[in-house]
């Protein structure tokens, strides 16, 4: 069948409690899009008009459903000290974290049109919009508080604090949330869909109730700073999120895209609160064949389509830079032809 | 509480900027159909940016709570329509009738009228071809005008949802309207039609005949009104069809809350065309005529907004500020402009818009009230310039040009439009006491930097 409606308005009645012609397509497709364009990581991600060009002709390619305007979640960080550094062809490695030189309350909010690489973000969401924003979301990913704080710190003393220093963990979260929100004021005006992404407090990165501790409540914060503009907002935790899975909705988020969690436990345990997204295996995408992702798509979308406040057919993770092409055409083809809800 | 600043017209960033000292029980307060959960509608321009209204980000807005309200309200429409539809009330579609079908479709319980043809405005608004070019794929000519946009609408179910029951005029409204809406009954609609008679003048009859006056001076042979009463009856017996209910003092009741609403609009209109500084701008005033043909699918929200914004206006008035210079150029604007970007232009370039001609005046009436209902909405029909001649209509126009507070008179010519091709230099020759500028709608995104220059000699040439 061929499609009735551009992604824009099979979103915007996704997020309205409609069914659309089919559900949406958006497997994460993020770095992957540098390979698409034949281009170098470093080029992508230093560049706004390159990550926006890279995008652009990967959805010209693959015809999935958003444009994702990410790289990796160490942005904030940066434009809050932290340094990274550029390899060519890899994403940002963190060297020095900005807590290892400076103390909290020395660390200044970041200016998203100035500081480290948010200025190419918000020229990268400005031309995808500009080009496309009529047909197609243009999401923008943004590293929830939680995530910013751990990659302010080394890693592994940050952990630890979790247990020994919960104040200062607090303080740090708090300040990584009036970092999100000054990045997130920068991106709705350029015409982003702010969605949130905290992989470090991934159950299989840290225990429930340090999630419950520190992520759930700046996560739930970010959310109603965004509901303010009544935006749809997606939170996605990759990893293992089951044993978290019954505190999600306590996030408010609109959409809740998870990845490693059994789907059928996730539509009977969210479905009727919040719209799901997933959660197909990207290690497939990498090393698996065409055929046998077919399947595989085909029977999550099945068991998936008819959750109760809809769901959207996505990888659980970002899809790996070097994914084969043939297999991510496969995933999109099958749910275009399974997805179907006016028929 | 949030303060309104000193009037401005002010940037999508800047709203942003603006939005931060909003409280969150002030974004709480507004709401349509009273609905907590998803009734909210107090966000700023950005919001529907995000969402694909690209035009906001290069429009200019008033800067108060009033018009901040008046934009989160229209623009919310479409999902408040679903929203409408889910929670058990009845969609009632009004194509080309312009004003009474939904005063007809107000007097049902749980009914909620709306234009499909309002999707005319979305190209522009989202600087899209989408619909433009899915209608020229459905069969629609390229050079038929922007309300083609409908039958893409209708085809995609995405702006709209399927209506309960549709109401679709003929004969003297739109022709080219009236392909497009038959296109639509092709597609498997049932359309109910109207006929709207073409109001001839007793000049132009051969057998000599009873002829009685609108209120904004139309003459009309007097057997129309009962012709109109007949055909609002079966509007309103296939109401009572589908709703199984009918009870002609709730049509009263209608009539008299139409009639608020009309009211509030003119006296808003005066105290914005009157005023010394012009206290709005002239792109949220269009949206508060518009509204008048159905109460953008909310109309007791939509009469709560339209207090607030007589409110803010007159206490701007008093102050004597507003959002224009003071010796802003005053100038007529007749036939709407489909690009909003255009009325903030001849702003920026030094216009002030005192007075309009939408051709939508007969939903700017007020219907007569403690007469036979029907009667009432058929006489006040007859006050459309749509459905009469381009000389009346001129006559219109100049007797407010005569009114010698009006310095020069804009036209918008839509491209495709057949009525537009004829009426716009017939409108132009005969206005002999004014300056004319007739302009030519561009589609989405085809404002040139010739047309500004146009409008600024234009503007010029009137200083
Ligand atoms: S713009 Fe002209 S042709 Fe189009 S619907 Fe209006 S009157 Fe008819």
């Not at chain 1, 397509?25 to 698409?36: C, D, E, K, N, R």
Request: aromatic content about 10%; charged content about 25%.
């Amino acid at each position: 069948m061929n499609d009735m409606l551009t992604s824009r308005e099979r979103f915007g009645l996704l997020v309205i409690d409609e069914q659309p012609d089919r559900c949406n397509i958006m497997p994460l497709i993020t770095s992957h899009a540098a390979t698409v364009k034949g281009m170098k990581l470093r080029d992508y991600y230093t560049n706004g008009e390159n990550m926006a060009r890279a995008q652009i002709a990967t959805v010209e390619k693959y015809e999935h459903d958003a444009i994702s305007i990410f790289s990796e979640v160490g942005i904030i960080a940066e434009a809050m000290g932290s340094e990274f550094e550029y390899p060519e062809n890899d994403l940002p490695i963190l060297r020095t974290p900005v807590l290892e030189k400076k103390d909290i309350e020395e660390i200044k909010l970041p200016s998203p049109r100035a500081d480290g690489r948010l200025p190419v973000y918000l020229e990268a969401i400005e031309y995808a919009y500009a080009a496309l924003g009529d047909r197609i979301p243009i999401l923008a990913y943004i590293p929830a508080p939680f995530t910013t704080a751990m990659m302010l710190s080394d890693p592994n003393k940050f952990l630890i604090q979790t247990i020994r220093e919960p104040s200062r963990v607090e303080s740090i979260v708090d300040r990584s949330l009036a970092a999100a929100i000054e990045l997130c004021y920068h991106v709705i005006d350029a015409g982003g869909l702010p969605i949130i992404v905290d992989p470090l407090a991934s159950s299989s990165v840290v225990s429930p109730k340090t999630y419950r501790q520190y992520a759930l409540p700046s996560e739930r914060k970010l959310v109603d700073f965004l509901h303010r503009y009544d935006l749809d907002i997606i939170l996605h935790i990759c990893g293992d999120t089951s044993p978290i899975l019954d505190l999600l909705p306590q996030t408010r988020a609109d959409l809740i895209s998870i990845d490693q969690v059994n789907m059928q436990q996730a539509i009977d345990k969210l479905s009727s609160r919040v719209r799901i997204i997933g959660n197909y295996d990207t290690s497939r995408l990498a090393f698996s064949t065409p055929e046998d992702i077919e399947a595989e798509v085909r029977y999550m979308v099945e068991g998936a389509l008819h959750a109760k406040k809809g769901y959207i057919a996505a990888t659980g993770c970002e899809v790996p830079i070097k994914a084969p092409e043939k297999n991510v055409v496969a995933f999109i083809d099958t749910v275009k032809e399974v997805g179907w809800y006016w028929v | 509480m949030y303060q309104d600043l000193t009037p401005e017209k002010i940037s999508l960033r800047e709203w942003s900027r603006q939005f931060r000292m909003v409280g969150d029980s002030e974004i709480r307060q507004f709401k349509y159909y009273n609905n907590d959960e998803w009734g909210i509608y107090l966000s700023p321009p950005a919001t529907f940016m995000v969402y694909g209204s690209r035009q906001l980000k290069k429009l200019k807005f008033d800067n108060s709570l009033a018009a901040l309200r008046l934009w989160g309200f229209t623009f919310n429409e479409s999902e408040r329509l679903f929203r409408a539809r889910q929670s058990g009330k009845r969609i009632i579609a009004a194509m080309g009738d312009l004003g009474t079908v939904p005063v007809i479709a107000l007097a049902f319980p749980d009914c909620i009228p709306f234009y499909p043809d309002c999707t005319w405005w979305t190209p522009f608004f989202n600087e899209s071809t989408v619909l433009l070019d899915k209608a020229s794929e459905l069969g629609t000519p390229e050079a038929s005008c922007f309300v083609r946009s409908t039958l893409a609408a209708f085809h995609k179910m995405a702006y709209f949802p399927k209506p309960d029951i549709l109401f679709a005029s003929t004969g003297a409204s739109c022709d080219d309207y009236s392909c497009i809406m038959q296109m639509v009954e092709d597609m498997g609609y049932e359309l109910n039609w109207l006929e709207i008679p073409f109001r001839r003048q007793r000049r132009s009859l051969h057998v000599p005949e009873e002829h009685t006056v609108a209120e904004s001076g139309f003459e009309y042979p007097k057997r129309f009104e009962t012709y109109l009463v007949d055909e609002y009856k079966r509007v309103w017996q296939k109401m009572e069809a589908l709703t199984g209910t009918g009870d002609l003092e709730d049509l009263n009741a209608s009539i008299e809350k139409n009639n608020r609403i009309r009211r509030l609009v003119n006296e808003i209109k005066d105290l914005t065309q009157t005023a010394a500084v012009a206290p709005f701008p002239a792109l949220e005033m269009m949206i508060i005529e518009f509204g008048n043909l159905y109460g953008y699918a909310d109309i007791d929200e939509w009469l709560d907004i339209l207090k607030m914004i007589k409110q803010t206006i007159a206490d701007r008035v008093e102050k004597g500020i507003g959002v224009l210079a003071s010796d802003a150029v005053p100038l007529a604007w007749v036939t709407p402009t489909a690009d909003p970007l255009l009325l903030n232009i001849v702003e920026d370039l030094g216009g002030r818009i005192v007075a309009t001609e939408y051709v939508i005046n007969q939903a700017l009436t007020t219907i007569e009230e403690g007469i036979e209902p029907f009667h009432a909405l058929a006489r006040s029909f007859m006050n459309a310039s749509l459905i009469g001649s381009t000389e009346e209509r001129v006559r219109q126009i100049a007797r407010g040009v005569d009114s010698g507070k009006i310095a020069g008179v804009i036209i918008t010519n839509m491209l495709g439009c057949s009525h537009c091709a004829m009426e716009t230099r017939l409108i132009e020759e005969k206005l002999k006491n004014v300056p004319v500028l007739a302009i030519d709608i561009p589609a989405p995104l085809g404002i040139t930097a010739q047309l500004r220059t146009r409008i600024t000699a234009f503007i010029e040439m009137l200083r």
